[in-house]
């Protein structure tokens, strides 16, 4: 079915670069409706201990590695042919850092709204914050203005007497932009390249949750950490990073078993499928690994929580084998003292079917949840 329509439809890439990983996906861009998946690569590093320098050329490597092998199969595929003239970049924490700043301008009286002014409103926004190195800005991106209060898709030519401009700005580590632009530049010859923030991905994500409003907390359990965000009014108006991930959880889970042994454990055991004093030692090994890890989940968001307690609802991005666990763990740990219903929290796992009205893909090339994110993002912002 693709391969007859893919002449007429524009192909783009995305990568996702990731704290322990990086993957690449190919998208058919449709006029209307989600963007399909028909290439998708990650190669993610294995569970070991490493510097944040190891780290940083793994994860290069891996981007390498996963483009080759994506094009590879691209080259000889139904869908080859379409030359790419587009790729996105979505970089992830601890690579990245973001934080959304607001101005506000008032005048003596209702004045026509000019861009001009929503300009001025978000160079002085940029110009207060202390936070962000703007050396290092990949994004720095207008998310929300509100005229008199009330926020508007389409505010110049309006009349106002106050403008308020919300601003997203993220920095970036100097070497992981450098050389993924290189990478991508090498993969991708003459293609227009777009760099965006994991964060960015991550809230426009959150717009799709059904049943979920405009306040929320966002927790995306990568490999190496744990990025938090704080959704007010549909603004991510606070940033944290946990110094826990994938691997130190399963690191504190695995006794005598292999990191990667474990996670095929806990697969088994959520599938009922898991006998025998290995599988019972693991289940042990959980609750107690659930205490370690409301202390230190707990203290952090004790920390977003002040001055203004946390809104109920928290949407989970993480591994596909932690997610059942990670997902009874925050709804049934105690974190009341944060939420501002005083209840624990409502969780939400952001998969596969939460995205499906923006990013599809073809049963040949199931993606990780990373990268139909980082699609979703894509796809939005392409029809916009």
């Known amino acids: 079915m693709f391969g007859r329509t893919i002449a007429s439809k524009r192909v783009v890439a995305v990568a996702d670069i990731g704290s322990a990983s990086a993957g690449i996906a190919l998208l058919i861009m449709n ?6 998946v028909i290439e998708a690569e990650r190669v ?62 008032t005048f003596d009286k209702e004045t026509r709204v000019t861009g001009a002014m929503i300009q001025e409103s978000a160079q002085k926004a940029i110009g207060a914050d202390t936070e962000i190195v703007k050396d290092r800005l990949i994004e720095s991106t207008v998310v929300r203005v509100e005229l008199n209060g009330y926020p508007t898709g389409s505010p110049i030519g309006k009349m106002a007497h106050r403008i308020s401009v919300a601003v997203l700005l993220s920095d970036c580590d100097d070497t992981i932009q450098k050389e993924v632009a290189g990478s991508l530049a090498h993969l991708f010859p003459g293609a227009k390249l777009t760099l965006r923030s994991g964060s960015r991905a991550l809230v426009s994500a959150m717009n799709v949750i059904p049943n979920i409003g405009k306040d929320c907390v966002i927790l995306a359990v990568t490999a190496e950490a744990t990025n938090v965000l704080v959704i007010r009014d549909g603004l991510a108006m606070q940033h944290l990073q946990i110094a826990e ?15 990667e042994e474990t996670l095929s454990l806990l697969r088994m055991i959520e599938r009922d499928e898991c006998t025998g004093d290995v599988c019972d030692a693991v289940t042990a090994s959980m609750a107690r690994v659930e205490i370690d890890l409301a202390r230190v989940y707990g203290e952090a968001l004790t920390k977003v929580a002040v001055p203004r307690r946390l809104p109920p609802d928290l949407i989970l991005v993480t591994h596909s084998d932690l997610v059942p666990w990670l997902t009874t763990f925050f709804a049934r740990i105690d974190f009341t003292q944060c939420t501002l219903t005083a209840q624990p929290f409502s969780v939400h796992a952001l998969g596969r079917a939460e995205l499906a009205h923006l990013i599809a893909f073809d049963a040949a090339t199931p993606p990780d949840v990373e990268l139909l994110i980082a699609g979703a993002l894509v796809n939005t912002e392409e029809q916009s």
């Open 31 to 36: 006029n209307d409706g989600p963007a399909t």
């Open 44 to 105: 993610t590093l294995p569970f070991e201990d490493r510097t944040e320098s190891a780290m940083r050329t793994g994860v290069l490597a891996s981007l390498s590695d996963a483009g080759q092998k994506l094009l590879a199969r691209y080259a000889i595929g139904p869908h080859k042919g379409h030359k790419i003239t587009e790729v996105y970049a979505v970089i992830d924490a601890p690579w990245i850092r973001s934080h959304t700043v607001r101005a506000t301008t």
């Open 245 to 259: 991930g994938v691997r130190t959880i399963v690191k504190r889970i695995a006794e005598k078993s292999t990191p």
